[in-house]
Structure formats: C-alpha cells, structure tokens
C-alpha cells in the first residue's frame, strides 16, 4: 500500500494536534502512509497530490473555524476533490450550543469540492481521554481502510 493521507490541522492549545498526530498514528497503524501538516504550512494545491485528505480544527467563538484556517478555507475554492476521500475532525467544547462547528463546516466545504466524506467527523472534547485517543486511532484506521 503506497496511498497517502494529508492531515492539515490548525491547533491553539494543542488539543487538535493531539487528535491530528493519533489519527495519523491509526493511519500508519493500517499500512498507509500520511503527512500532517500545520495549517501555516500548507497550500491548498497540497491536497492534489494526496488520495486521501483529513481536515482539522478547533471550534472557535460560536460555532466557527478559528482565524488561522480563514484563508486556507476561501482557497480551497481553487481545487477540485473529486474522487479524493475525505474527513474531518477538531477538538471542541461541550459547554458551547453549537458543539465542534469547525467540524461540520470542513466537512461540508469538502463535500462541496467534490471529496467522498468517508466518514462522519470527530469531534472530541478538549484534550481526549485514553479511550478518546483509542477512537482516535481507530479512526483513522478506518479511514484508510476507505481507500480501497
């Protein structure tokens, strides 16, 4: 297996890169093979040259992407996904009405490009608990075994 998997991930406390470095660690896990980038360094046109693409982020304010993941999601408009699998995921806080926001809107924008959402986003509350980075993992195993 040689297909490979993009994670671009914009974390603030460190939470989503968490949740990005195991999904990653699950991806390994099943034989692929996966690059996770920062959200700052990296161009959308990155994306063409994966099979696979994982979005992250952590929900901001009410229900928003944070600040840092603005430009790189008004760029997306520029590529096309289709027959690229897709997914997303973000840390979020159960205290807020609109639970992981940054996640249905990253998942929506990569439906819209065309992408095959493969599975439901993760969402997972602040920093995860041993079974939360289980599910982590699983999850991106998961998500490779979609490639094929």
Known sequence: MNETCLIVYASMTGNTEELASLIGEGIQEAGGTVKIK???????????????ILLGAYTWGDGDLPDEFLDFYEELEQVNLAGKKAAAFGSCDSSYEYRGGAVDILAEKLTELGADLVLEGLKIDLSPTAAEKEQCIKFGQSFVKKLY
């Open 38 to 52: 920062d959200i700052l360094e990296v161009d959308v046109t990155d994306l063409q040259d994966y099979d696979g």
